[in-house]
């Protein structure tokens, strides 16, 4: 298995994600034992948000580079 997995994470999406999960988390209320779910729904959200931004533009956004 490939051991350097940093080049393949793309910081800025997945903080985005982390981001939007905590949102979701905290207006449901903070119920607990739900991570894996708001981490999902974050991320479909996120996802289709960035499909939309590459349909819109034609180009996928920008990411950063991990060297």
Known sequence: ???DTDKFVDLNFEQSV???AYLLWERDGRPLGSEKE???R???EQL???DRSIDQT???P?????D
């Not at 920008?62 to 991990?66: E, G, L």
């Open 1 to 3: 298995m490939y051991q």
């Open 18 to 20: 982390r981001q939007a």
């Open 38 to 40: 708001y981490w999902f």
């Open 42 to 44: 974050a991320l479909e």
């Open 48 to 50: 289709a948000a960035r």
């Open 58 to 60: 034609g180009a996928p």
């Open 62 to 66: 920008p990411t950063a580079a991990n």
